[in-house]
């Protein structure tokens, strides 16, 4: 296997706490593992615009709650909504463009877990996001990525913008929810 394929593998919290090292390279996946750690508790990797690398950065997210500490059923939760996120961006943000990137980084804190998870696109219109529980919706096989991301995280923050749009999924430690589950738009 591949050094930054292993790497992306390894244990999440020797990730956590590896300190400043940075370790750069390619693995199978297309993931550039350049996990610029910049604290203990904070993994940054950057992303090709591939669907095969929404399922390293769902991997790390479940690694990375599952050593933070949560139960097994917010690990879901985290993981799928960092799947839905990334595969937003790879999707909609990037639109496959191989010359793009995605940016997602884990921030561990004493009361949450903080993933953000930027793109390089055209940004994203929040007022033309189609409501999956309309009507004229509910058949429909796609368009529920942000629905679900809301529900599964206690905060979310939307920022779109002329270089890309960032998601920024937040888990409190403890579960507590925030009055109203999100924080975004």
Known sequence: M?????????SAASLLVAGDQA???IGSSGVRNQAAIMSPHRVSYTLDSTLDTVNSAEEVASKIATEAGFGDEDVMKIAMAVREAAVNAVLHGNAYDP??????DFERTAEELVITIKDQGKGLDLNKVPDPLAPENLLKTSGRGIFLIRSFMDEVEINPSQTGTEIKLIKHVHGSAVDGKEASQ
């Open 23 to 25: 370790d750069e390279g």
């Open 2 to 10: 591949e050094r930054a394929n292993y790497r992306l593998h390894e």
């Open 99 to 104: 010359g793009k990137k995605v940016q997602v």
